[in-house]
């Protein structure tokens, strides 16, 4: 996963400087990687010691890059507009991540330091696991999902695309007839506890989770 020679970084904002924290982790340094943005957010040159640059000025065409934005429609925006600049999609794993060796990562992904994995999981494309979030057993992300600090799946759950979950959620366990399914497009709360199916596009929140 690495170490690259070069890493661009879509995004200038928060959770672009954590995600250059956790390159820097991964044995990155500073002179090597550049935030990009739309020209039209460029704000400053540098951040944090690491250059900014407008992605249409064709500085960082054909680096490896990761799509450091917090929303997944966002995020899946950025990283088409990177590919479009002939740049391939990275994967950042902090060195203190635990992950066993069944654990299947798709382009993109970045995993947070503290992050636990356990086994034979899939994780789609683009997937963002936050700070100390936890995976148990035969989990399923689906591309450009963002898990939030300490959010914790138990087993047999299946996340779709471009799910959203808040801080501190919980999702309680499926089983191998029924795994529990959070659908495409889906937010769930911060705090929440999920208890049951979330549909497609549904935004639930509380303990146990409810539609609001
Ligand atoms: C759900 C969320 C988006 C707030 O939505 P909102 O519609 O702006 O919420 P409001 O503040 O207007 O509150 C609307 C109602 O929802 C309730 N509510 C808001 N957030 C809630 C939550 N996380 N859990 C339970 N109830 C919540 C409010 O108490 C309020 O209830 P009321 O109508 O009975 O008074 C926000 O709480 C949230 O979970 N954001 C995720 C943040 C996060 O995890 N960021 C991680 C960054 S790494």
Redesign the pocket.
Known sequence: MTPYGKLAIFGAGGHAREVAFIAERCGVPPEAMAFVVEASYLRETELNGIEVHAIESGHCDGWPFVAAV?DPILKERAARLCMSHGMLAATLCDPSVELHRTVALSEGCILFPGAILTVNLILGAHVHL?VASSLSHDCRIGDYSIL??GTRLAGRVHVGSHVFI??GASVVNGNADEPMTIGDNAFV????CVTGPVADGARV??VPARA?
């Open positions: 917090g936050n939030s600090p808040g801080i709360a911060a705090g929440a929140m509380g609001r």
